[in-house]
């Protein structure tokens, strides 16, 4: 079993819908999580990072992190066509083998005109 | 600044042939990573470098892969006798050690090796 788990989509919504990405871990130890967009052929670019529970938003995207279930989630408001991309979970400790950066396996989203 | 670089963007090698791929990391950065990415699948953690010193390499760096970065500059992952199995997107990453603890990695677009 993975430490990362991430559905894997591929997720095709209509312009404007409300985007629900997630991931789930088993690596009690990690404690920064952040969402990267993954454009075809282009390395990923970060988007959000949150340290331990909570929530984070930044404009359209909302990053939420619920420590006790190991479960974070990304939402997406408005979606518009240019969000159309792979959205990669990661995720770090701060020592031993979780010191380096975990990812996802990403979810493939198409935001439709 | 334009950010992390990397050459070649795409190299196609024969089986059993040599290919050394180069990255260039942001300036004032002090950490530079290297990372696989298969189709499908997210990036998978290789080796990094504090300043010039590689501090640490997954089992997943078998012995033909040699990664250098001298002078805490740039650095090089060099892929010996090359399988099939090595074709993948190589990423190179670079961040800035800081008190916060985040350590958010910056990737350069990515080296696509294909193995024919």
């Known amino acids: 079993q993975k430490e990362v788990e991430q559905d894997p989509g591929p997720l095709s919504v209509p312009e404007g819908a409300i985007v629900s990405l997630n991931c789930t871990y088993s690596?009690?130890?990690?404690?920064?999580f952040m969402w990267y967009r993954q454009y075809s052929r282009k390395g990923p670019e970060l988007l959000m990072y949150t340290y331990s529970s909570g929530n984070k938003e930044d404009g359209r995207f909302t990053a939420q992190v619920d420590k006790s279930s190991k479960y974070i989630s990304l939402f997406i408001r408005d979606s518009q066509p240019s969000d159309s991309a792979t959205y990669l979970c990661a995720m770090r400790g701060i020592s031993g083998s979780a010191r380096q950066l975990t990812f996802g396996s990403g979810t493939q989203l198409t935001v439709l005109p | 600044d334009t950010g992390v670089s990397q050459n070649p963007r795409h190299k196609i090698t024969k089986r059993g042939q040599n290919v050394t791929f180069r990255c260039d990391p942001i300036s004032e950065h002090n950490r530079l990573y290297w990372y696989r990415q298969t189709l499908g699948q997210g990036p998978e953690f290789l080796t990094y470098f504090q300043n010039e010193a590689q501090l640490e390499k997954s089992r997943l760096l078998s012995d033909r892969f040699s990664a250098e970065r001298p002078k805490g500059s740039f650095s090089t992952l060099e892929i010996q006798r090359t399988e099939q199995g090595d074709s993948a997107m190589y990423l190179c990453a670079s961040s800035l050690d800081s008190a916060s603890g985040a350590n958010v990695l910056t990737f350069g677009a990515g080296s696509r090796l294909t193995v024919l």
């Open positions: 690596n009690s130890a990690f404690q920064y």
